[in-house]
């Protein structure tokens, strides 16, 4: 299954020239990487990144990320995917940028 990470500029800019990342400030904070399932991607990014371009869409097999990735409950009561470990560029399958179309990202068709 494939998980998905949504990442600004500055932090896939980090996360290509370091090869790792912790993740963003908030996941930093609550200590793991917060992922979505395709099912979850859009409203993760409605709530969290409402109104932001320069966005980046990481995709990842959940499989591949080993026994560091617990899937909780969270929001509403679904199961989301958390990293406990850094998020490492090698484990990125693929990526595009999540443009901003009439104030809605646009997610790529082959989620």
């Given amino acids: 299954?494939?998980?998905?990470?949504?990442?600004?500029?500055?932090?896939w800019a980090?996360?290509?020239?370091?090869?790792?990342?912790?993740?963003?400030?908030?996941?930093?904070?609550?200590?793991?990487?917060?992922?979505?399932?395709a099912d979850q991607a859009r409203e993760t990014a409605a709530?969290?990144?409402a109104g932001?371009?320069?966005?980046?869409?990481?995709?990842?097999e959940a499989d591949d990320l080993g026994p560091a990735l617990r899937w909780e409950v969270s929001r509403g009561g679904a199961e989301f995917p958390?990293?406990?470990?850094p998020l490492r560029l090698s484990d990125v399958i693929w990526h595009a940028p999540?443009?901003?179309v009439d104030g809605v990202h646009a997610f790529p068709d082959d989620m």
């Fill in 47 to 49: 709530k969290h990144f």
């Fill in 82 to 85: 958390h990293l406990y470990a």
């Fill in 98 to 100: 999540l443009l901003l």
């Fill in 14 to 37: 980090e996360l290509q020239a370091k090869g790792e990342t912790p993740g963003a400030p908030i996941d930093v904070t609550d200590g793991f990487v917060h992922f979505s399932t």
């Fill in 1 to 11: 299954m494939r998980i998905y990470k949504i990442l600004r500029a500055a932090e």
């Fill in 52 to 60: 932001e371009s320069d966005l980046i869409l990481a995709a990842m």
